[in-house]
């Protein structure tokens, strides 16, 4: 079993920044890869990004492709998303998931309980 908690959720301007981390603990050495996706009102969970638990490489959702950046802290089981130029559709609940990989939610096994970002004026 792994266990993950997000942090870093909460309140920002438009055009500003903000991390969010997702701590894991347990059975680490099952992880493949871990991922962020996230769900805004009235929409369905959708991808944001996923990096490799060894080799570090990282795939993005074309909606924050160069506005984001995935990271992983191995020393500390800990990944990041760092988000900047955030716009209000990027409001939603974002959630840390763990497993296999890939852009389908069918790919991680374990999931957090999610943290809220919302971007308003």
């Known amino acids: 079993q792994v266990q993950l908690v997000e942090s870093g959720g909460g309140l920002v301007q438009p055009g500003g920044s903000l991390r969010v981390s997702c701590a894991a603990s347990?059975?680490?050495?099952?992880?493949?890869?871990m991922g962020w996706f996230r769900q805004a009102p009235g929409k369905e969970r959708e991808f944001v990004a996923t990096?490799?638990?060894?080799?570090?490489?990282?795939y993005y959702a074309d909606s924050v492709k160069g506005r984001s950046t995935i990271s992983r802290d191995n020393a500390k089981n800990t990944v990041y998303l760092q988000m900047s130029s955030l716009k209000p559709e990027d409001t939603a609940v974002y959630y840390c998931?763990?497993?296999?990989?890939?852009?389908?939610?069918?790919?991680?096994?374990?999931w957090g309980q999610g943290t809220q970002v919302t971007v308003s004026s």
């Open positions: 347990g059975s680490i050495f099952s992880i493949n890869a």
């Open positions: 990096i490799n638990w060894r080799a570090g490489t990282t």
């Open positions: 998931a763990a497993g296999f990989g890939g852009r389908l939610e069918a790919g991680y096994q374990y």
